[in-house]
């Protein structure tokens, strides 16, 4: 294709975009017209494979490694990403930013090791915030950020203690953020899935027949979520359509434990 046929209408960052959620982002965002930068910490065959998928629907996009669990390789990253918006669409920034990369690590209370807190500290809350930090100077302004959480910080089951706790300090972080981001017309939201059929937490809610019936008895809609649910709503939100949305908690779950 020529230059003009890949000039982009918008372009994504996705963290954790090789699988799950942040690969159906990708896919929903290059449907929309929009490119992607794909990131992934060890799954470069999958991400390559979405890259794939995202120009055979005509859009432009590039998977870059980042371990968003190391937040001394951030500098070193945002610098590559500024080496692929220089190579691969002829720009200097950015327009939305997806927050999406996590683990899924279980267990109570009472279970909970330090260094199963830290490594959930590291991704999903420390991550976030100086990963988001150092990308900043290359976001365009007006552009918007989505950061992910979890049903959990509004209902609690058994288990998440330490992994909730994380998600509703991003949930904190995202009204500072959009205070302070208001200036450059960033707009900065944060997206609550419920359970979703994927392989987090090793498949538990998709592969376990028990599980999911269980799930899909206290939701609304009578069924467990899917990956579509949440990346089908992640591109809604970075859309021209929702440009007023700041600011917000969307909990997309079918109606779980209401």
């Not at 920034?93 to 990369?101: C, I, P, S, Y």
């Not at 150092?134 to 609690?156: D, E, Q, Y």
Request: glycine share 10%; aromatic share 6%; charged share 15%.
């Amino acid at each position: 294709m020529t230059n003009s046929q890949h000039k982009p209408n918008t372009i994504t960052l996705i963290t954790g975009a090789s699988r799950g959620l942040g690969k159906s982002a990708a896919l929903h965002i290059a449907r929309r017209g929009g490119d992607v930068i794909v990131t992934y910490r060890s799954q470069a065959a999958e991400a390559q494979a979405v890259v794939a998928e995202i120009e055979a629907l005509g859009r432009r996009a590039v998977a870059l490694p980042l371990d968003v669990g190391n937040s001394n390789s951030f500098a070193a990253f945002a610098e590559q990403v500024q080496l692929a918006l220089a190579q691969h669409w002829q720009r200097e920034r950015f327009d939305h930013l997806v927050n999406n990369a996590g683990v899924g690590l279980g267990a109570s209370l009472m279970e909970t090791t330090e260094a199963q807190f830290d490594e959930l500290m590291n991704i999903h809350f420390k991550g976030v915030f100086f990963l988001t930090q150092k990308l900043l100077p290359c976001m365009a302004n007006g552009g918007r950020i989505v950061n992910i959480s979890t049903g959990l910080t509004r209902f609690a089951m058994p288990g998440y203690a330490a992994y909730a706790s994380m998600k509703g300090a991003v949930e904190t972080l995202t009204h500072y953020m959009a205070k302070e981001l208001g200036p450059r017309g960033i707009a900065v939201n944060v997206v609550a899935p419920g359970a979703i059929e994927t392989d987090f937490r090793d498949g538990a809610v998709r592969d376990n027949a028990q599980v999911n019936a269980f799930i899909a008895g206290q939701t609304a809609l009578g069924r467990v979520g899917l990956p579509d649910d949440i990346g089908g709503l992640i591109a809604n939100l970075l859309s021209p359509d929702n440009s007023w949305v700041n600011a917000q908690r969307i909990e997309a779950s079918g109606g779980m434990f209401l």
